[in-house]
C-alpha cells in the first residue's frame, strides 16, 4: 500500500500583492516557518518590488543607466530572471515595467482601478532583456536610461523556491511555500508529498478548482489572463505582456501550469506559454515540461507527464 498524506499545518498572509502560505508536516516547524515567511517575504519586497521608491531595483531604474551595487539577493534573483529570459527565447522580459505603468499598473494591484479612461497604447516592443547588464566582478546592475524592471512573477517565484529551501534546511522538515500560484516543494524521502490544487484563480474563492497533485518535491507555477484584469476604456486587459507588442499577451491560453524541478523554471516555462500562444504545447514538449493549458473556452490540453490527479482537495 501507498504511503498516506499524513495532516499538514499551515500558516497564511498577504505580501507581494497576493496570498502567502507555508504548510509543514512536522507541527513543531510550523511556529519558525511563519517567521521564515514573514521575513523572507519583507527582504523580497524591499529588493524587488517597482512600487516602492525604496527598493533596490527601483534604484537601479533611477540610476539613468549608470551600475548600481546590489545586494547578493538581487543580483542573484536578476541573474536567474536573464536565465529565464534566454531560455524563454525572450518570452519572459523583466523590461515589461513600463509597458504595464502605460497599461495603468503602476502601483500594487489592489490599488489600480477597475476602470480607467483612455485607450491602449500604441503597439511597440518593450526595450528588452538584453537591456539589463550585470557586473558579477562588482556586484553591479545596469538597465539603460528609462527602462523599468519588472521583477514581479519571477521574483515570487525565487522567493517560493528560496523560502522552501531555507526552511527544509534549518528545520529539517517537509515543507510546501505557496505565493499566490507559485508553489515550492521541499520533501524529506520518508514523507508522502504535499497535495496542491491547481485553479484559474490564485485566492480564495477557489473557482476554477479542477486537479489537485500530489507533488513530492520542484515546483509548480501558473499563469494566467483570468486574474488581475482591469479595463483601459473599453478595453479587457491583463497583467501578462507580450514583449514583442507591449500589450497584453492575446493568445490561446487562459491559464497554464507548468510542473518543473523548481518553481523558477515552472513559473517562467508558465508565462512563456501564455505569450506563445498555438506554439506553447509543441515548445513545453521539445523541453519535456509536464502541463496543463485551459484555453478561453476551457478546453484542457495536457502535455506528456502531468500528474495524475488524486481527487478533489480536501
Known amino acids: 500500500m501507498g504511503r498516506r498524506p499524513r495532516p499538514v499545518l499551515r500558516y497564511r498572509t498577504r505580501a507581494l500583492g497576493t496570498l502567502a502560505e507555508i504548510a509543514v508536516g512536522d507541527p513543531a516547524c510550523l511556529i519558525e516557518a511563519a517567521r521564515l515567511l514573514d521575513d523572507e517575504l519583507a527582504r523580497v519586497d524591499r529588493l524587488a518590488?517597482?512600487?516602492?521608491?525604496?527598493?533596490?531595483?527601483?534604484?537601479?531604474?533611477?540610476?539613468?543607466g549608470r551600475p548600481v551595487p546590489v545586494s547578493p539577493e538581487l543580483f542573484e534573483l536578476l541573474s536567474v530572471t536573464l536565465a529565464m529570459a534566454e531560455a524563454t527565447g525572450g518570452a519572459l522580459d523583466p523590461t515589461v515595467g513600463a509597458a504595464l505603468c502605460r497599461l495603468g499598473y503602476d502601483r500594487d494591484f489592489g490599488s489600480v482601478p477597475?476602470?480607467?479612461?483612455?485607450?491602449?497604447?500604441?503597439?511597440?516592443?518593450?526595450?528588452?532583456?538584453?537591456?539589463?547588464?550585470?557586473?558579477?566582478?562588482?556586484?553591479?546592475?545596469?538597465?539603460?536610461?528609462?527602462?523599468?524592471?519588472?521583477?514581479?512573477?519571477?521574483?515570487?517565484?525565487?522567493?517560493?523556491?528560496?523560502?522552501?529551501?531555507?526552511?527544509?534546511?534549518?528545520?529539517?522538515?517537509?515543507?510546501?511555500?505557496?505565493?499566490?500560484?507559485?508553489?515550492?516543494?521541499?520533501?524529506?524521502?520518508?514523507?508522502?508529498?504535499?497535495?496542491?490544487?491547481?485553479?484559474?484563480?490564485?485566492?480564495?474563492?477557489?473557482?476554477?478548482?479542477?486537479?489537485?497533485?500530489?507533488?513530492?518535491?520542484?515546483?509548480?507555477?501558473?499563469?494566467g489572463t483570468a486574474a488581475r484584469r482591469w479595463r483601459v476604456g473599453g478595453q479587457l486587459v491583463h497583467h501578462i505582456v507580450d514583449p514583442r507588442t507591449g500589450l497584453p499577451a492575446a493568445g490561446r491560453w487562459r491559464t497554464v501550469s507548468v510542473v518543473a524541478s523548481s518553481c523558477v523554471g515552472a513559473n517562467a516555462a508558465a508565462t512563456a506559454a501564455i505569450v506563445n500562444g498555438d506554439r506553447a504545447p509543441g515548445w513545453l514538449r521539445s523541453l519535456g515540461l509536464p502541463a496543463r493549458l485551459v484555453d478561453h473556452r476551457g478546453v484542457v490540453t495536457h502535455t506528456s507527464g502531468w500528474p495524475a490527479p488524486t481527487g478533489p482537495d480536501r
Open 114 to 223: 477597475a476602470r480607467s479612461p483612455g485607450s491602449l497604447p500604441p503597439v511597440g516592443p518593450v526595450p528588452g532583456w538584453r537591456q539589463v547588464v550585470l557586473d558579477p566582478e562588482r556586484r553591479t546592475a545596469q538597465v539603460a536610461a528609462g527602462v523599468t524592471l519588472d521583477l514581479g512573477a519571477i521574483g515570487k517565484a525565487w522567493a517560493a523556491d528560496r523560502i522552501a529551501g531555507l526552511a527544509a534546511e534549518r528545520l529539517g522538515c517537509s515543507v510546501v511555500v505557496s505565493l499566490g500560484g507559485d508553489v515550492a516543494v521541499r520533501c524529506r524521502p520518508e514523507d508522502p508529498g504535499f497535495a496542491v490544487a491547481v485553479q484559474d484563480r490564485c485566492e480564495p474563492p477557489a473557482d476554477g478548482t479542477t486537479e489537485v497533485l500530489q507533488l513530492g518535491g520542484g515546483g509548480l507555477a501558473t499563469s
Open 49 to 64: 518590488s517597482r512600487f516602492r521608491e525604496d527598493s533596490e531595483v527601483a534604484a537601479v531604474g533611477r540610476a539613468g
